[in-house]
C-alpha cells in the first residue's frame, strides 16, 4: 500500500521560510513522478512543485525563484524548501505520487497517491 507523510508545515511571518518533508513508502521510489501541491480554502489545488525520478524539476509560476524542491532517494524523501514566503502561499500543502508518467507531470489527474497534507500559514 502506497503511503506518504508530509511533515514540516508551521506558521512564519512573510520572507520567512520553511522545509517540508514527504516519505514515501510502499511503492518504488525510482519509477514515480512527485509533486507538491497546495490548496488555500475556498480554491482549487494548485501545482506547487514538481521531480522526476532523473532529478528534473518545474515549478508553477507563483513560486519560481523562491521554492526549491528537492529528493534523497536513499530516504524515500522528498522536500520543498520554502524562502521568501508570501501571505498568498497559505495553504495545506500535500505530495503527490504519479506512479505511471516517466517525466515531469503537472496535470493533478496524474497523480494517484497522495499524503494528508501539512498545513502553511504565512502572516503579513
Known amino acids: 500500500q502506497v503511503q506518504l507523510e508530509e511533515s514540516g508545515g508551521g506558521s512564519v511571518q512573510s520572507g520567512g521560510s520553511l522545509r517540508l518533508s514527504c516519505v514515501l513508502s510502499?511503492?518504488?521510489?525510482?519509477?514515480?513522478?512527485k509533486g507538491w501541491w497546495r490548496q488555500a480554502p475556498g480554491k482549487e489545488r494548485e501545482g506547487v512543485a514538481y521531480?522526476?525520478?532523473?532529478?528534473?524539476?518545474d515549478y508553477g509560476n507563483s513560486v519560481k525563484g523562491r521554492f526549491t524542491i528537492s529528493q534523497d532517494s536513499a530516504k524515500n524523501t522528498m522536500y520543498l524548501q520554502m524562502d521568501s514566503l508570501e501571505p498568498e502561499d497559505t495553504g495545506m500543502y500535500y505530495c503527490?505520487?504519479?506512479?505511471?508518467?516517466?517525466?515531469?507531470?503537472?496535470?493533478?489527474?496524474?497523480?494517484?497517491?497522495w499524503g494528508q497534507g501539512t498545513q502553511v500559514t504565512v502572516s503579513s
Open positions: 503527490g505520487v504519479d506512479p505511471v508518467s516517466s517525466c515531469l507531470q503537472s496535470d493533478i489527474d496524474a497523480y494517484n497517491y
Open positions: 510502499g511503492h518504488s521510489y525510482y519509477s514515480t513522478v
Open positions: 521531480i522526476d525520478s532523473a532529478g528534473e524539476t
